[in-house]
């Protein structure tokens, strides 16, 4: 991990504060595929503040969704609340035993992420443990808090302190999250109706997903990741072709998630294979994240 130095005002990364964006970064390469690839095209410092965001909100998810059966009751709930509250801590603080929520905090700090952000998600983690079944104002609410307040918070790492700019591209950032959030939906029902008992997308029912469903979660799927690629080019240089290759990505998901029939959604997890990754890299890498 290589970090650039600091600009003025700003301390310098201690040895703790680099080991725990190392340990941010193992996080991410134990669970991530898509969001690994176009991190790598991230620049520094930006490539390890952002994985540094994620891998908090990884570990929560985890907490909240980790198959293992020896959980007992309420022990999830527990160690979410033990993980929000050290969270804070480390907001006022910038320190924290917990590797993972000091590489945040550092993050969070350098950004400008603070508990408008913050307090959403864990929100939305909370409701993974009692929520089983969304009406329309709770799937809205749950968007916001797992998807699009985490493209806020990654959006404050590319603009590094500029409000102007964060307040421009904070609706496509907004956006874009979500549009990752309920293609994971789309893709993931089997898994999170028939294993998990829960069902994401209001009005569908989810053990008989019908094409007709499908296509109206892909249209506003389509909708977003439209006024998304629209700001790209607004992006800066540091993070737009990273974001670029993300949205490629995804929207080569959607593609092929419109091009399965539903009832092979509702029992097979529909993958971009690596082949295809790799070309839309390559084309982003030619396009340099510009369309």
Same mark, same amino acid.
């Given at each position: 991990?290589?970090?650039?130095?600091?600009?003025?005002?700003?301390?310098?990364?201690?040895?703790?504060?680099?080991?725990?964006?190392?340990?941010?970064?193992?996080?991410?390469?134990?669970?991530?595929?898509?969001?690994?690839?176009?991190?790598?095209?991230?620049?520094?410092?930006?490539?390890?503040?952002?994985?540094?965001?994620?891998?908090?909100?990884?570990?929560?998810?985890?907490? $909240?969704?980790?198959?293992?059966?020896?959980?007992?009751?309420?022990?999830?709930? @527990?160690?979410?609340?033990?993980?929000?509250?050290?969270?804070? @801590?480390?907001?006022?603080?910038?320190?924290? @035993?917990?590797?993972?929520?000091?590489?945040?905090?550092?993050?969070?700090?350098?950004?400008?992420?603070?508990?408008?952000? $913050?307090?959403?998600?864990?929100?939305?983690?909370?409701?993974?443990?009692?929520?089983?079944?969304?009406?329309?104002?709770?799937?809205?609410?749950?968007?916001?808090?797992?998807?699009?307040?985490?493209?806020?918070?990654?959006?404050?790492?590319? $603009?590094?302190?500029?409000?102007?700019?964060?307040?421009?591209?904070?609706?496509?950032?907004?956006?874009?999250?979500?549009?990752?959030?309920?293609?994971?939906?789309?893709?993931?029902?089997?898994?999170?109706?028939?294993?998990?008992?829960?069902?994401?997308?209001?009005?569908?029912?989810?053990? @008989?997903?019908?094409?007709?469903?499908?296509?109206?979660?892909?249209?506003?799927?389509?909708?977003?990741?439209?006024?998304?690629?629209?700001?790209?080019?607004?992006?800066?240089?540091?993070?737009?072709?990273?974001?670029?290759?993300?949205?490629?990505?995804?929207?080569?998901?959607?593609?092929?998630?419109?091009?399965?029939?539903?009832?092979?959604?509702?029992?097979?997890?529909?993958?971009?294979?690596?082949?295809?990754?790799?070309?839309?890299?390559?084309? $982003?890498?030619?396009?340099?994240?510009?369309?």
């Amino acid at each position: 991990m290589t970090l650039v130095a600091p600009r003025a005002g700003r301390p310098a990364a201690t040895t703790y504060d680099r080991v725990a964006s190392a340990s941010a970064a193992a996080v991410i390469r134990g669970y991530s595929t898509s969001f690994g690839w176009a991190c790598r095209l991230l620049a520094e410092p930006v490539r390890t503040h952002v994985r540094n965001v994620y891998a908090l909100v990884r570990v929560a998810d985890e907490i $909240v969704d980790e198959p293992d059966g020896g959980w007992a009751d309420g022990d999830r709930g @527990a160690a979410l609340d033990a993980l929000e509250a050290e969270t804070y @801590a480390a907001l006022r603080t910038g320190r924290s @035993a917990n590797l993972v929520v000091h590489a945040f905090a550092v993050t969070a700090r350098r950004s400008g992420i603070d508990r408008a952000l $913050v307090e959403p998600f864990f929100r939305s983690m909370r409701a993974d443990l009692s929520v089983t079944t969304h009406d329309p104002q709770s799937y809205r609410d749950y968007v916001h808090g797992s998807a699009e307040v985490v493209g806020l918070m990654c959006l404050r790492v590319f $603009v590094d302190g500029d409000d102007a700019a964060y307040e421009r591209l904070a609706p496509a950032a907004a956006r874009l999250g979500a549009a990752f959030q309920k293609l994971n939906f789309l893709r993931d029902v089997a898994e999170d109706h028939g294993v998990r008992g829960r069902s994401y997308l209001p009005g569908v029912d989810c053990s @008989a997903l019908t094409d007709a469903d499908r296509d109206d979660v892909l249209d506003d799927i389509d909708d977003d990741l439209a006024v998304a690629a629209a700001a790209l080019p607004g992006l800066p240089a540091s993070s737009r072709v990273a974001v670029a290759a993300a949205h490629g990505l995804f929207a080569e998901l959607a593609r092929r998630l419109r091009a399965t029939p539903a009832e092979v959604i509702c029992r097979e997890r529909v993958r971009v294979p690596d082949r295809v990754k790799a070309t839309v890299l390559a084309r $982003v890498l030619v396009t340099g994240g510009r369309g």
